[in-house]
């Protein structure tokens, strides 16, 4: 067996030619599933095995829905200000611009329009990775200018919502854009024009109680979560355990507030369908 012994005690490979796997390279699932980044992405960002759909933002979406990935950016340049002078941490300017090197975007809300299975739409997609998607003034007035547009173009209109609610640092200012949404979104309805709201994981606070429970058809993500406050606020306000799972997309489908659920893989169809339904 003595062919089966280390001659040389340790490790001896030089560290320039070990080779280790680049970070990023694979994703595992709450499930304990692994799957490769390039599968995921091949797999509208589904993991094939558990059906997990892996947390997304704007770029990934646009990827998704609008053909060959051909769009035209609405109010790109789009950023905030610093309408209180609020400073917690670190002033507010301050956090802007670290979320913005962080994320690579302006803010919390990307707007476009082009086509979907040669469908004309326009879509608002929020991205968590801006400060966990608050909605502040810009998100406010971005989601504003789309519906605009599309009422302008009586284009159907499709708002991907993700966000941790109202963003702190503009207190009342960001309150605001749920009354000026909600209006925008009623101009749209008066025109007969289409709304669809499709709520991701997470989806709570002002955004589920404005735009993201207002549209025409309200559909969801397999489980996302979706819900106004946390749990321990809203057992400690009604003095009651609540049910497992019960800010789950699945739990508030069977409630009455969503319409239907979509597995990623099939939202692209499944919303050209319902738009030449709505024709």
Known sequence: MSWFQRKV???????????DAPDGLWFKTPSGTIVHTRELKNNAYVSPEDGFHVRIGSKEYFEILFDQNN??????????????????????????????????????????????????????????????????????????RAIDYAIKTKTPFLMISKSGGARMMEAGYSLMQMAKTSAKLALLAEEGIPYISLLTDPTTGGVTASYAMLGDFNIAEPGALIGFAGPRIIRDTVGKDLP???????????????????DRRDLKNKLTTLLRMLK
């Open 71 to 144: 769009f035209t950016e609405l109010d790109e340049k789009l950023s905030s200000g610093d309408p209180l002078k609020f400073v917690d941490s670190k002033p507010y300017p301050k956090r802007i611009k670290a979320g913005q090197a962080k994320s690579n975007l302006t803010d919390a809300v990307r707007s476009a329009y082009g086509k979907m299975n040669g469908e004309d739409i326009v879509v608002s997609c929020m991205d968590f990775a801006f400060i966990g998607g608050s909605m502040g003034s810009v998100v406010g007035e971005k989601i504003a």
């Open 9 to 19: 005690k340790g490790i001896t490979t030089p560290t320039n030619q070990k080779k």
């Open 244 to 262: 497992k799972g019960f800010q789950s997309s699945e739990f508030v489908l069977d409630h009455g507030f969503l319409d239907f659920i979509v």
